[in-house]
């Protein structure tokens, strides 16, 4: 709980405050399936995003997130307990409000926080005293207590003398049929003891457990730790894939082996490499905060090095089983979307991969069924004429018997076809 001190120049507003009521801010893979949870668990919901399209597309009763369905967004709509809104003033009606907006990296591959420091500027005018604000986007230990809680207690207005404050890291892991916002254990790290009360009933009334911690920075680090912890297990199966092909060693025998183990081992697999909105850019937000202090953080660094040039090896795996190398092969990258179950292409590998094959010479293509464009263009048909296929992301819905009927060879990177003829597996 934060008790603010008074100064003039603060907008005025009348609070129409609602306990029941939740702000999300963002509507994207987090902030949506947030909504709906908090709307089967009773409340009502205001989603607001700042992209006019999307929110016009959400009012409208069509989901843009794969795991949302139109007609629970539609039920949500119809039965008065969801709205969004581009309309920041909005906020000011609600007791909770969670921040969901991007973190991505900027140019130098360093934590880009600018759409986080917009979303606090857009809430804080508008706070109602009592409100409990909440930051689920993923950042660097201190985000909240440095840089949220500093422009929102710039900006609150003057009658909300008191705010309260948590980070509760979002986990949600889209495409993933069993684990959601409901039964997946969430993290709660408060400012203080009152704000630990009112966010941990928050999300006890959303989530089958919530797990309090003893401030927001264990919670900012776990989640730091949790995807850092992928990152690298992923790149020391990718460097051991390497080893491996080197010497025509089967690797998804050799962890299938290892997992016999019944304790001390956990089996990763090999890809194309990583994508997406967590791993590849969550542990480089704990390189540049290990920069902070002055210690490099030398096994992330290689680790994400090691994922980086698991395209090119992908690629030359894909050149040297096509005969007429040389020849401007005509290669089809199959998935393009950075995992299976979704049309998510941000930092997925697949592009790492099609520059390395066109530097190669090659002419490359793409089909996805559920990208509808990528690189400018267009998912192609399964029939088009091509020497060698890479599997890179094993799409529901994806029927690969058009290729293999055809005698067209397959690069599966996603260990997902077996021992079909024609198929060689990463
Ligand atoms: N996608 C995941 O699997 C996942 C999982 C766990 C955590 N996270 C974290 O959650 C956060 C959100 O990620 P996401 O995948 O939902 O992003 P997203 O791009 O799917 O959605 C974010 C939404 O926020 C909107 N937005 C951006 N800036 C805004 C602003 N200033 N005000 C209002 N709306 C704004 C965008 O228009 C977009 O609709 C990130 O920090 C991410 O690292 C993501």
Redesign the pocket.
Known sequence: MLEKNLSAVRIIHMSAQNSQVLAI???????LPLAMAAVDAGWTVIG????EA?VSQLNSGSSPVEDISDQQLQDAIAKGAYKASTDFSKVSQASVITI????PLDEKREPDIE?LR??AN?IAPYLSNGTLVVS????YPGTLRDVIIPIVNELRPLESQILYFASA??????GDPVWNQKNTPRLVGAIDEASKTKAMEFYESICDVAVSVSTPEIAEAAKLLENTFRLVNIALINEFTQLCSNNNIKVHEVIDAASSKPYGFMPFRPGVGVG???IP??PLYLTWWAKQSGVQANFVESADSVNRQMPKFVAERALNMVKKRGDSPRILILGVAYKPGVA?IRETPATELRNYLISAGATVTWHDPLVPTWKDSTSASLDWDCDVAILATMQPGMNLTQLTDRGVMILDCTNTLGNLDGVTTL
């Open positions: 801010i963002g509507q994207g893979y987090v902030g607001i995003d700042n992209f999307k969901c907006v991007p973190t759409l917009s979303a857009g689920e986007s993923t950042s890291p979002e986990r949600v892991n889209p997406g909105h967590c850019v969550d998510d």
